[in-house]
């Protein structure tokens, strides 16, 4: 087994805590994807139409290239909501898209159609909880996709109809430039405050949490 098939181990133990006793992989070279502009230019990472989680004017910002169909998105998850709920006040999470499974695009456009409800984590939740049974690589399930969206509360018949809305369409062209333009190749790519891990992995993205908040606390 090489580095790129490792399993993702304390995420996956606690992502089963919360969507059922799965495993979880990840196909990963062991390297987030450095940033490839200046840590002056915010605005790439975070855009005024990316969901936020958490205070939104907390001091530490972890930005999330994620994709619905990811199964390392799904196992990291838990571990991103632990450490909301750890900083409450010093950390917020930023959501970006990074559709690069078949029929990704489709699942963005369910989330971009929940915020416009006011349900967007709840969808969230629900659509990460049912991904193996609708995020199948190569034969997707959408229909399964609006159940579980469905079953958190989403107005299915609103939503199909926001679905081709030019508002939804221009959120997903811009995070997909920026992809580009930051170098994102694999989901997840965190960055904290604009700083990529050296490491992949769940104590890496906490313990470079645990750094920013340390110098935001301490006026730096």
Request: charged content about 20%; proline content about 5%; some cysteine.
């Amino acid at each position: 087994m090489n580095r790129r098939q490792t399993i993702i181990i304390s995420a996956a133990a606690a992502a089963a805590a919360i969507f059922g006793a799965s495993a979880f992989y990840y196909d990963r070279s062991g390297r987030n994807a450095q940033v490839g502009v200046g840590l002056d230019s915010s605005d790439v990472f975070v855009r005024p139409h990316s969901p936020v989680i958490g205070k939104a004017d907390a001091p530490v910002t972890i930005v999330e290239f994620f994709d619905p169909s990811c199964e390392a998105c799904r196992a990291f998850y838990p571990t991103v909501k632990n450490i909301l709920a750890q900083y409450p006040e010093d950390v917020r999470l930023v959501l970006r898209y990074a559709a690069f499974h078949e029929g990704s695009d489709q699942a963005v456009g369910i989330l971009e159609a929940a915020r416009k409800q006011d349900l967007f984590e709840p969808v969230l939740e629900a659509l990460l909880a049912a991904q193996p049974e609708w995020a199948l690589h190569g034969n997707p399930n959408l229909d399964r996709a609006w159940q579980a969206a469905a079953s958190a509360g989403l107005d299915v018949e609103r939503a199909r109809g926001d679905l081709s809305s030019a508002e939804i369409a221009s959120a997903l062209d811009q995070d997909t430039k920026d992809v580009k333009t930051l170098g994102v190749e694999q989901t997840p790519t965190f960055f904290v405050n604009g700083k990529s891990m050296e490491t992949f992995g769940p104590q890496q993205l906490l313990s470079l949490v645990e750094s920013e908040v340390t110098l935001t606390r301490q006026g730096g």
